[in-house]
């Protein structure tokens, strides 16, 4: 039984991105916490410009479980990028979504004075998958995630 994973999004949702230019997470070293995410393209981002970074990769997890995305510190401490939320949040149910298939999409902003360059295949971002709790008698949400960003209805 498959508990936590990552996959390349369906076809029908590559864009024009080459499905051998998307490489899975994969953790640095034995000891990492982190699943390194790779980027599928060249990017440049200008000073205090944000960007919306497609990765073409979806996260298969438990339902008591989230995948955690933070800026990697070689970029944010060398580069001057952060995310612009801070803190990404993957739940569960984002997985197979009817609008991008799960694909997780990572927005970040340059707060340097220079312009930078990031190169394919550059690891710059890290997710973390994490058990949560939830709260004693707590009605179950009767919201339904339909598709991506501000898609629960």
């Known amino acids: 039984m498959r508990k936590r994973g990552f996959e390349i999004v369906n076809d029908k949702f590559l864009e024009d991105v080459i499905k051998e230019d998307i490489f899975l997470p994969k953790r640095a070293t034995h000891n990492s916490a982190g699943y390194d995410f790779f980027l ?18 979806k996260a298969y997890m438990e339902n008591d479980e989230v995948l955690l995305i933070f800026i990697r510190s070689s970029i944010g401490v060398k580069k001057n990028l952060v995310l612009k939320n801070i803190t990404g949040v993957i739940d569960s149910d984002y997985y197979n979504n009817r609008d ?3 694909n997780i999409i990572i927005n970040l902003i340059n707060n340097g004075n220079e312009e930078v360059s990031l190169l394919q295949h550059e690891r710059f971002v890290q997710g973390i998958f994490v058990k949560y709790l939830k709260v ?14 501000g898609s629960t209805v």
């Open 136 to 149: 004693d008698d707590e009605e179950f949400p009767k919201k339904k995630r339909l598709g991506g960003f």
């Open 100 to 102: 991008n298939d799960g």
């Open 40 to 57: 599928p393209r060249n990017i440049n981002i200008k000073p205090k410009e944000s960007i919306s970074i497609k990765t073409y990769i």
